[in-house]
């Protein structure tokens, strides 16, 4: 909420938009997040579990709050990565991913550009 004022202020600085081209950014938020916002049990901790719904709803909030100012939230929950961490909790990705593999860098970047377009 503390920024609230800043993004307003940017946006209001934008020159306005102009029919057949391609409007300039506005301000935005993107919330990264993590897929474990979404289990049902415990992975891999009480604490970290816990937090992700609550970026969740952060998201939410902040989206419905933000909108008047014309900001737009976004949130990104992505899969598991692969990390020794991760490795030695499970042994594999086969074992705790549904679509065979770990998430990387590639697959953000589609939904961080998505993010960044503008309406």
Not at 81 to 99: D, P, V
């Amino acid at each position: 909420m503390a920024f609230l004022p800043l993004l307003d202020a940017a946006n209001k600085r934008q020159p306005p938009s102009t029919p057949g081209t391609i409007s300039p950014p506005r301000a935005q938020v993107i919330v990264n997040s993590s897929i474990a916002g979404w289990f049902h049990v415990v992975y891999p901790s009480v604490p970290y579990t816990l937090t992700k719904p609550a970026l969740t709803q952060m998201v939410k909030l902040l989206s419905t709050t933000f909108a008047p100012h014309d900001i737009r939230v976004n949130g990104i929950a992505p899969g598991v990565y692969a990390t020794e961490y991760i490795s030695s909790l499970y042994g594999g990705y086969e074992r705790i991913t549904s679509y065979g593999r770990y998430c990387g860098a590639s697959p953000l970047y589609g939904e961080c550009f998505w993010g960044k377009s503008q309406r």
